[in-house]
T-cell receptor, first 110, second 111 residues
Framework: DTAVSQTPKYLVTQMGNDKSIKCEQN?????MYWYKQDSKKFLKIMFS???????INETVPNRFSPKSPDKAHLNLHINSLELGDSAVYFC?????????FGSGTRLTVV | GQQLNQSPQSMFIQEGEDVSMNCTSS?????WLWYKQEPGEGPVLLIA?????ELTSNGRLTAQFGITRKDSFLNISASIPSDVGIYFC???????????FGKGTRLSVIA
């Protein structure tokens, strides 16, 4: 039973489209995150949610809008996709200390 | 923003060799974490360190939390092909905050 699952695993779309990535965790954690990993494998936090509330937004463009319907889910919606949005997006959750990561969504904008 | 300086960037080693990589920061961390990422997967936690000076092992992996709380190292003994991957150091800036990651050490093991 996967602890942090995100879908889809791969997403190829054209510039200007709107897309969503879903994430669910069954660990009972209060805090969930979205990270972005660029082509050089650098991992950087985008958003942090605690109990469905936005805690951190790390200067991410407004085109990215996270939504947390309950504390087990944190979805990421992206409007007007741009070429530079191509990356691997990781969802993660934590209670204390380390994060548990999903297996990532590779987004390719063409 | 806060950065973790991780070195080396990449390593090519022979199977059976020992590996050492380290991570430094200009700021104090209260927790140091070491992750491994394999292709197509998310980072997986290998070792978590919570106290300055702490030395923790996980099989062939050993990690230490530096006394100054500004550095940590990870050693892998007797490397095997399945050790291939990218190893990241990471730490929360405070409490239960998101992690700051080093830029990773890409390990290749030649059989």
């Amino acid at each position: 039973d996967t602890a942090v699952s995100q879908t889809p695993k791969y997403l190829v779309t054209q510039m200007g489209n709107d897309k969503s990535i879903k994430c669910e965790q069954n660990l009972g954690h209060d805090t969930m995150y979205w990270y972005k990993q660029d082509s050089k494998k650098f991992l950087k936090i985008m958003f942090s949610y605690n109990n469905k509330e936005l805690i951190i937004n790390e200067t991410v463009p407004n085109r990215f809008s996270p939504k947390s319907p309950d504390k087990a889910h944190l979805n990421l919606h992206i409007n007007s996709l741009e070429l530079g949005d191509s990356a691997v997006y990781f969802c993660a959750s934590s209670s204390q200390g380390g994060n548990t990561f999903g297996s990532g969504t590779r987004l390719t904008v063409v | 923003g806060q950065q973790l300086n991780q070195s080396p960037q990449s390593m090519f080693i022979q199977e059976g060799e020992d590996v050492s990589m380290n991570c430094t920061s200009s700021s104090i961390f209260n927790t140091w974490l070491w992750y491994k990422q394999e292709p197509g997967e998310g980072p997986v936690l290998l070792i978590a360190l919570y106290k300055a000076g702490e030395l923790t092992s996980n099989g062939r992996l050993t990690a230490q939390f530096g006394i100054t709380r500004k550095d940590s190292f990870l050693n892998i003994s007797a490397s095997i092909p399945s050790d291939v991957g990218i190893y990241f150091c990471a730490g929360p800036l405070s409490g239960n905050t998101p992690l700051v990651f080093g830029k990773g050490t890409r390990l290749s093991v030649i059989a």
